[in-house]
DNA sequence: TAGTAACC
DNA sequence: GCTA
């Protein structure tokens, strides 16, 4: 395990999960997908479709359709309530000293060829706790830029088991993954990435009335 | 608008 | 810079 990387509250962890722990997390997220199954987003405006394919638990989850961007606590498909947050990922999140409780948990599955486009994570209604992302199955190059759209960018390669916490500054930087290397893990059973990414949505102050 | 093309 |  290297050393941490920390730059203006960007912390990348390489390794954090032990090979042990990554696959406890996999099999809860399975358990996950089972009762709330994939979706393919779609642009909004253009109805493009996504090459990522997503689900969410927690009490809200993040949805993309023609009509925008936005958070909601259904499955856009079976009309369900989200699966509950799994114990392990709270933990996980209350480990690296996020305040508050994780609300979204997205669940992003890279099959070979998917990629997703420089974005921020600005949909949430609050940007003080910080984003949490757990890196499992194949490695991903992950391209990471400023606050702007434009400027220099770098990449950095995320392996099973890394967890990157997008805190301060970083909250709100550009990113996205360029392409996952395929056949680079042997975790997930026929090959891929998930990416989990634990946000909080709502202000702390509004998390009683929940 | 988390996609994509096209042009440099 | 386009998209509906």
Not at 57 to 64: A, N, R, T
Not at 175 to 195: E, F, K, M, T
Request: aromatic share 6%; net charge positive; glycine share 10%.
């Amino acid at each position: 395990m290297a050393d941490t990387i920390e730059a203006a509250g960007l912390a990348i962890h390489p390794g954090l999960l032990s090979p042990a722990e990554q696959r406890a997390l996999l099999s809860d997220i399975a358990a996950v997908i089972r009762k709330a199954p994939l979706f393919r987003p779609t642009m909004p405006r253009t109805g493009k479709p996504f090459s990522v394919m997503m689900t969410n638990c927690g009490p809200l989850g993040w949805v993309s359709d023609k009509t925008g961007y936005r958070y909601q606590p259904r499955h856009p498909e079976t009309g369900k309530p989200w699966p509950p947050m799994p114990d392990r990922l709270v933990a996980l999140w209350r480990s690296l000293g996020a305040p508050a409780e994780p609300e979204a948990c997205l669940v992003n599955m890279y099959d070979e060829g998917a990629k997703l486009g420089m974005h921020q994570d600005s949909d949430e209604r609050t940007y003080d706790a910080p984003v949490v992302s757990v890196s499992l199955g194949d490695t991903a190059v992950f391209r990471m830029g400023g606050t702007t759209r434009r400027g220099p960018t770098r990449s950095v390669r995320l392996s099973s088991g890394d967890v990157v916490v997008f805190g301060g500054e970083s909250r709100l930087m550009y990113h996205g993954i360029d392409r996952v290397l395929s056949g680079s893990s042997r975790l997930i059973d026929g090959g891929g990435r998930i990416n989990l990414t634990l946000r909080r949505v709502t202000p702390w102050s509004d998390a009683p009335s929940l």
